[in-house]
């Protein structure tokens, strides 16, 4: 009877310590304690540096917080990202994380994916306004203040006006038409001139030089100054540029990464919008646990953006990715 009685002790003791790692890891089990809540980011294109890194940040953080992490790439195509979330209804995932190719597009699959019970988490880029109940949350910056920062680097510059270029991000993509609609909007009533507007079908280094040549081609030194959307785009930018024998153009982009930031250091780039796409996905998570927990949450949490130039980079730590 006493060794029945210790085992029994013994048993329950072990049950104890599992039950008390589990919440000392913060308790971020199902119902039941068995597995860990099952979650998928699904990329628009893993040849994106910037969703590159954030795949990793998902898989490194992911696993301490009580969530199991697959990645999906979207290969910048919407038809298969699409089906990537319907496979993800299929398998039961208790949530997804989505950075959408086609920002209309996508709405039929997330819908679905919320009727099916999953939780629909938008990364860096947001479904339009009309479609806001097909997702749960918004992770990401406010592309609109990304542009309009932009806008500013460019009065700032240019007080008595310039002419100037725009090379959009990946056409449809929801970054890409906020960053313009916020650049648009702030250079309204000033001298600044935008003298051509053109997004390529990728975030494509090759496709935003592919565009620049021919807006040099066609402008010539008439382009004072670039916005591109992201940071290496501007790469193909200033490739171009040189190739053509241009010098001193003014520009500014969008991301922070190490792209972005050799070419600040290096005075080919005036300044780049920094995100951060860490805190992005660790505001991504810990929103989504509240959801799965049934916990009060925020549907839309804006991650905040830094201007970096020549006169500050040095005060931000240099990118990973």
């Avoid at 890409?176 to 990728?202: C, E, M, Q, S, W």
């Avoid at 080919?268 to 810990?286: A, G, P, R, W």
Wanted: net charge neutral; aromatic share 8%; with cysteine.
């Amino acid at each position: 009877m006493k060794k029945k009685t210790v085992a029994v002790l013994g048993l329950v003791l072990a049950m104890s310590l599992v039950v008390g790692n589990l919440w000392a890891n913060g308790g971020q089990q199902q119902s039941g304690g068995n597995r860990p809540y099952r979650i998928a980011f699904l990329p628009g294109d893993m040849a994106n540096e910037s969703q590159a890194y954030s795949a990793k940040q998902f898989q490194k953080l992911g696993p301490g917080m009580g969530f199991e992490v697959q990645i999906l790439d979207g290969r910048a195509d919407p038809q298969v990202q699409a089906q990537a979330v319907n496979n993800c209804i299929a398998q039961k995932f208790d949530a997804i994380f989505v950075n959408p190719n086609d920002i209309n597009g996508i709405v039929p699959s997330l819908t679905a994916a919320k009727r099916a019970g999953v939780i629909v988490g938008l990364f860096s880029s947001d479904l339009p306004a009309n479609y806001a109940g097909s997702r749960d949350i918004f992770a990401g910056v406010n592309d609109n203040i990304a542009g309009e920062t932009a806008a500013q680097s460019f009065i700032k510059k240019f007080p008595k006006g310039a002419k100037i270029v725009e090379i959009g991000g990946q056409a449809g993509h929801d970054a890409a038409i906020k960053r313009h609609d916020g650049f648009n909007n702030a250079i309204k009533g000033t001298n600044i001139t935008v003298l051509d507007y053109k997004a390529p079908n990728a975030w494509s280094t090759s496709e935003a030089m592919s565009i620049m040549e021919d807006m040099i081609t066609k402008y010539g030194d008439q382009i004072q100054g670039v916005f591109c959307h992201w940071d290496n785009g501007a790469t193909g930018v200033i490739e171009a540029a040189k190739a053509a024998g241009i010098s001193n153009l003014f520009i500014v982009s969008v991301d922070g990464c190490r792209a972005g930031f050799d070419q600040v250091k290096a005075g080919d780039q005036s300044s780049t919008i920094m995100q951060n796409f860490t805190t992005m996905v660790e505001t991504s998570l810990k929103v989504t646990l509240s959801a799965l927990k049934k916990e009060p949450f925020n549907a839309v949490n804006f991650v905040p953006l830094d201007d970096v130039s020549l006169s500050n980079i040095n005060s931000f730590e240099y990118p990973e990715w």
